[in-house]
Structures are given as structure tokens and as C-alpha cells.
């Protein structure tokens, strides 16, 4: 987390500060803690340039997909009964909307080309009178490969088509402008600009005017549609962390390509080094790699002690399976089964990166040794 972000958490969590519920307007120490809030939502809406009405508090990104596709399907029902997403999306969408079909709800799946990007004319030509919601990710959360939002959103507003984008990986890291984009519902997490964890929020465009349903039934918090006390703490984090992430987009974005660079060079005296994703296309801080004649699963081993890198998604780091993201792209073989994902960020140093690159290289030619022995 980013110091800051644990400054503007303090506050709210022992007897000295304000440790009141939100909910309990009846006195002074819960309308304080609700007027916390309420400024938490306006620093949060000021980073994403909305209004601060159309920002619902969740538990992160995972809960947010979910409410935004099942609470608005539940709501549109009526009028779509059919759902366009992508085979590389996170599971949080794709279990989603698995959980749909079995509901009758109709969902087409699209595949990237091999450089990870979905083509437009791919998103469009699967539309049918039927669709009421398509659902992409910005970034993706294992090749870095962003999507070109804009494009799609404009285009699927010309339709008639709620948007629905995971923005996990891209918010507080590139510039995102709701008041430029028609999109209907955009998903985050704070822990991903170093905010706390467990905490992260739906935008919903327009709220009052868009059907959608709550998922939980409760106290009637967050407009009626995320009930539920508000962790007033992890909420001012967050904004904090948002709007740190905000004012420091482009100099964490230089610090990250240096470090890719960084990395590159660290690798370049490796053969057979294969970089999977389109790289003009990408965000920095995420590269997924694999290495001809290793395995993703004997790397991380030789390297458990010493460097944290993973073979899919955090969310997936203890499957046996391949990458399903890799997999979508048509990506198989050595390539598949090899590839890992490295990740760095603000608080990631040069040396760091060099002292990673060497001991990577320094297994990747053990591991080759001993599989020609």
C-alpha cells in the first residue's frame, strides 16, 4: 500500500478517531463518518471524472463485475436475453457469466488474435437484436494487452448496447475519462493503485436510470444496491490511493517502461525468449514471458526463494491448468505450458530488476543443462 493511503486509513480505525458506522445518523460521530464517505466518493468520481452519484462502494473489482453483469441482466432481461464477452477475460466474469447460461441467458465468447487485441469488427459482428450488455476488460490482468475502450464504447453506443469494462488493471495506471466515454458500468480494485485490499467500487452510469438489480438484500446501503455496513477506513484509503495514482500516472508509467527496459536488456543474453502480447499495445508493468525448453511450473520452483512471479492470474496461481488468457489467443505447446507473468510497479526498483533478470537467466540455463543431461 501507498503510505499515504495507510495515513488516510489511521483516522477512522481506533477510539481517538472516527471509528463511527456510517449508517447511524443519529448522531454526530455517524454523520462524520458518513460525511468521510461522501468526500471519498467525490475524490473517487474526480479521479474517473464522473459524477460522484454514479459511484457504488463493493469489495473489489470481483463483486463489481458480478453486479453489473448479473444486476443488470436481472433488470434487462425482458428486453436482451444475450451477452457478448471475450475467452481471455478474469473468471469473476467469466464464471459470471457460466452462471447465466445456466439461467438461459446466451453468451458469445471471442477470442483475440494472437497478439492479445480484439478486433471491432469482432465485438460487432457478434451483436444480435438479442444483446443487452457487452462485457471487456481494459488491461489484462496476465499479458498487459489493452483494449481500446473508446473505440468500442463509442461504437456501442451508437447501437443502443450497455458497455460494461473491467478496469482492475488500468485504473489510477493510464488516463481514464468517464465523462468522455459513454460506458454503463466500469469495475476497479483498490489494492491495484496501493490502496488496501478488499475494497473497490462499480461506476454505473446514469444510476437512476439504468436497470439494475442488487445481488444481496440488507440495510439498504449504497442507493439500495451494495447493502452493507461501509468499511469507512478502507474507503478513504482507497479515494487517497486513487488520487496519489492519479497525480503520479505519468511518472509511474516512465518509472515502469525503464524497468521493462530494464528487464529486456536483463533477458537479451538469453536464447528462445518468447514475449506474448502485443508490446506496441501494453500496458508497462505487466509482461508475460516463456523461455523454449522450460517449464513455467520448474522456473517458479527454481525461483521460489528469490523472485515472486506466477504462471497465470493471482486468482489462479494455484491451478494446474495453462493460462486460459494464452489459450484464447491461440497459444500452445512449450509456449503455453512455459509461460510466466512478471509484474512491477512503483516501489519496484532498477536493482531490483537486475538482480530478478540475473537470477531468472541463471535458472533458465540450469533447467535447460539439466533437461539435455
Not at 523454449?292 to 522456473?299: K, M, N, P, T
Not at 526463494?305 to 489467443?329: F, K, T, Y
Request: with cysteine; hydrophobic share 40%.
Amino acid at each position: 500500500m501507498a503510505p499515504e493511503a495507510v495515513d488516510a486509513m489511521l483516522p477512522y480505525l481506533t477510539s481517538s478517531g472516527n471509528f463511527a458506522n456510517a449508517a447511524s445518523g443519529q448522531h454526530s460521530y455517524g454523520q462524520n463518518a458518513a460525511s468521510a464517505i461522501e468526500n471519498a466518493r467525490s475524490a473517487m468520481a474526480h479521479g474517473l471524472r464522473c459524477n460522484p452519484k454514479d459511484i457504488l462502494f463493493t469489495s473489489g473489482a470481483t463483486e463489481s463485475n458480478n453486479l453489473a453483469i448479473s444486476g443488470f441482466m436481472l433488470g434487462y432481461r425482458n428486453l436482451g436475453n444475450h451477452i457478448v464477452t471475450s475467452a481471455y477475460e478474469h473468471k469473476s466474469v467469466l464464471d459470471c457469466c457460466r452462471h447465466l447460461e445456466s439461467q438461459g441467458i446466451r453468451v458469445t465468447y471471442l477470442r483475440p488474435g494472437s497478439d492479445g487485441v480484439l478486433a471491432l469488427d469482432s465485438i460487432l459482428n457478434a451483436l444480435t437484436d438479442e444483446t443487452a450488455l457487452v462485457s471487456l476488460m481494459h488491461v489484462n490482468n496476465e499479458t498487459g494487452v489493452m483494449q481500446d475502450i473508446g473505440c468500442i464504447a463509442h461504437a456501442l453506443e451508437a447501437k443502443g448496447i450497455a458497455f460494461h469494462v473491467d478496469a482492475a488493471q488500468s485504473a489510477g495506471k493510464v488516463p481514464i475519462d468517464l465523462s468522455a466515454l459513454p460506458i454503463t458500468f466500469l469495475s476497479l480494485s483498490a489494492h491495484k493503485f496501493y490502496g488496501p485490499k478488499g475494497i473497490g467500487c462499480l461506476y454505473v452510469s446514469n444510476r437512476k436510470n439504468t436497470r439494475l438489480k442488487p445481488l444481496v438484500y440488507g440495510g439498504g446501503q449504497e442507493f439500495g444496491l451494495r447493502p452493507g455496513t461501509l468499511p469507512t477506513h478502507q474507503i478513504a484509503g482507497m479515494a487517497a490511493a486513487l488520487a496519489l495514482a492519479c497525480a503520479r500516472q505519468e511518472a509511474d508509467a516512465g518509472h515502469c517502461r525503464q524497468l521493462r527496459q530494464t528487464l529486456r536488456v536483463a533477458l537479451s543474453k538469453l536464447e528462445g525468449v518468447h514475449w506474448h502480447g502485443n508490446q506496441q499495445q501494453a500496458v508497462p508493468h505487466i509482461v508475460n514471458i516463456s523461455f523454449d525448453g522450460v517449464g513455467a511450473d520448474a522456473l517458479l520452483i527454481a525461483l521460489r526463494d528469490s523472485v515472486a512471479i506466477s504462471s497465470g492470474s493471482a486468482c489462479n496461481s494455484g491451478a494446474i491448468e495453462p493460462s486460459h488468457v494464452l489459450r484464447a489467443m491461440g497459444i500452445e505447446g512449450d509456449s503455453l505450458y512455459g509461460a510466466v507473468r512478471i509484474s512491477f510497479g512503483r516501489y519496484t526498483t532498477a536493482t531490483d530488476i537486475e538482480q530478478a533478470g540475473l537470477a531468472i537467466c541463471e535458472a533458465v540455463i540450469r533447467l535447460r543443462k539439466l533437461a539435455s543431461e
